[in-house]
C-alpha cells in the first residue's frame, strides 16, 4: 500500500509540468501557497495577500474568498496527494498538522515548507502577524492592523465595563468535530474559547468529562450552563435552536436549554486570535448579555 501510495504521488509530481524543477526564483508576492492553518489563512488575506493561495484546509473558513479556493483536507488529517496536486513552490502551516506522515511524504517529492506562529493568544497572534507580513515584505501592513487590532480589543474592555455586571453567566461552547463526526465541549480547556468567554464578560461553566472530546450528557447537566454557544457548523446541522436542544444530549436538561438561551457563533471566531478579535469579542458580549433568564 505504501508502495502504491508512493508511485501515485511520483507521478503526480511528474505530470506537474516541470514545477519543481523550474530554477527561476520567486518572491513571496508571486508564489503559488498552499496554506494549511486556518489563521495563518485569515492573516494571509488581511496583509492584502490573499492571491498567492491556491488552496487551503476545511477550517480554513475567512474570510470568504478563502472558501472559493479548493481544499486539501482538515488541517489534522490531510491528503498528501492533495496537497502535491495543487503544484504549489510553498506548503505554510504552524506546527498544528498531521497525520505525522504528511511532512515527510511531501518533503520527499521536493516541496517547500515553511512553520508560522500561532494565535493561541493575543501577543502570539501579533507576533505571528508580524513574522507573515515581514515574510511577505509588508512589515507596515502588519503594524497598521495590530494598531486597529489594539484599539478594538479595548473599545470591548470598554463596553465590558460600562455594563457593570454584577453576575456573569455560565457558558459553556458545544461544537462538533468534522473531522471526528462527534459534538465535544470545546470550553473548560483554558483555549481561546475560554479567553473570548472571560473577555466578553462570562465565566466558563465546569465541565467534569475525560479529555472532553465524546458528549457527555450527565457532564453537560451537571454544568448547568446559563448559556450555550454553539459553532455554526453543528448548529447549523441539527437545523435550528429548537432542534439543538432536543437532538444535543444534555442540553436539554440545563438552564440553556430550558431558557432557549443559545448563541450560535462562527468557528472561526472561537478558536484563534487575529484582526477581528476585539470586533468577535464585542459581538459576543452582546449577544451573552442579552438574555433576560440568566440568574
Not at 508576492?29 to 493561495?53: D, F, P, W
Not at 482538515?74 to 498538522?97: C, F, K, W
Request: proline share 4%.
Amino acid at each position: 500500500m505504501k508502495k502504491l501510495i508512493f508511485i501515485v504521488i511520483t507521478s503526480i509530481v511528474l505530470a506537474a509540468c516541470g514545477r519543481f524543477s523550474n530554477k527561476e526564483e520567486k518572491t513571496p508576492g508571486n508564489m503559488r501557497i498552499v496554506c494549511v492553518s486556518k489563521h495563518l489563512t485569515e492573516m494571509v488575506y488581511a496583509l492584502g495577500q490573499g492571491k498567492t493561495l491556491v488552496a487551503v484546509d476545511l477550517s480554513s473558513t475567512y474570510p470568504d474568498s478563502a472558501r472559493l479556493l479548493k481544499t486539501v483536507g482538515y488541517h489534522r488529517a490531510l491528503s498528501p496527494e492533495g496537497i502535491i496536486a495543487m503544484t504549489p513552490d510553498l506548503v505554510i502551516h504552524s506546527n498544528d498538522i498531521g497525520p505525522e506522515t504528511v511532512i515527510p511524504q511531501i518533503t520527499k517529492v521536493g516541496l517547500n515548507i515553511k512553520t508560522f506562529g500561532s494565535a493561541n493568544t493575543i501577543d502570539s497572534a501579533k507576533l505571528t502577524l508580524k513574522e507573515l507580513a515581514n515574510f511577505y515584505g509588508v512589515p507596515a501592513k502588519a503594524d497598521s492592523i495590530i494598531k486597529e487590532m489594539n484599539a478594538s480589543i479595548n473599545a470591548a474592555a470598554d463596553s465590558l465595563k460600562a455594563l457593570n455586571i454584577t453576575k456573569k453567566p455560565k457558558v459553556m461552547i458545544i461544537h462538533f468535530g468534522r473531522a471526528s463526526n462527534i459534538y465535544f465541549v470545546m470550553s473548560g480547556r483554558h483555549g481561546v474559547g475560554d479567553k473570548m468567554i472571560e473577555l466578553a464578560g462570562g465565566e466558563t461553566a465546569l465541565y467534569d468529562a475525560k479529555g472532553a472530546k465524546q458528549l457527555s450528557a450527565e457532564a453537560i447537566a451537571t454544568a448547568n450552563p446559563d448559556v450555550i454557544i454553539a459553532t455554526d457548523f453543528g448548529f447549523d446541522q441539527m437545523g435550528g435552536m429548537d432542534q439543538f436542544i432536543a437532538g444535543v444530549p444534555g442540553v436539554a436538561l440545563t438552564n440553556a436549554g430550558k431558557n432557549k438561551n443559545i448563541i450560535r457563533f462562527e468557528e472561526h471566531d472561537l478558536v484563534y486570535f487575529g484582526p477581528r478579535s476585539g470586533n468577535n469579542i464585542l459581538s459576543l458580549m452582546k449577544q451573552l448579555h442579552r438574555f433576560k433568564n440568566v440568574k
